[in-house]
């Protein structure tokens, strides 16, 4: 018996491509609080880093494959109407690239790199809530507006400090763990939420 379901391919792949999004930025995020903390609390920072990672990579893969596998039972409209967010997801996507990519660009430019990080976390965080519209997810503007308050304080952290033995870039350690953290907590908001849906 075929996967028969409300939700069109198109919604399917869409929240599959949304848990890979927070994953592999959530991985880099992590990566620059955990090059940043200078082995601070070695190994474990890294394994857990290493386990949200590869269990939401899971949780990507299977929505993947249960799209794949879906007997659509849809309207042409509502086909069309999914089909039309992907697209917008793409170009909010693609602007908040371009956002970043100009940010990068001007911090080199006026000397400013430490600030890249707070203001990078600013930019996804903003770009959080118009995805938040346009999925009619009001989740997103919670994971906006912490990455916003992240990258906000975080410009008011020392940029260097030492706990105890350890010299270490306490900015890129709280940007970082903070928007990595936050970023996998919304993948999994994406998982189980659409398994509830595949469910019902």
Known sequence: MGNLVKLPKAA????ANGVMFMTFFGALWSAIGIIGSNKLGAPWPLVLSGVATLTLLIGAITLFGKASNVNNVTT???KEKWNKINRNFGIICGLEGLAILIASVLCNLFDRFEVFFPIMA???GVHFFPLARLFRENFYYGTG???SILGIISLFIPLNTTLGDVSLIARSTFIGFGSALTLWVTG???WITMLKQLKE
């Not at 399917?12 to 929240?15: I, P, S």
């Open 12 to 15: 399917l792949f869409g929240a």
């Open 76 to 78: 042409l409209k509502k």
């Open 122 to 124: 600013i930019i996804v």
């Open 145 to 147: 507006a912490v990455l």
């Open 188 to 190: 999994l908001r994406i």
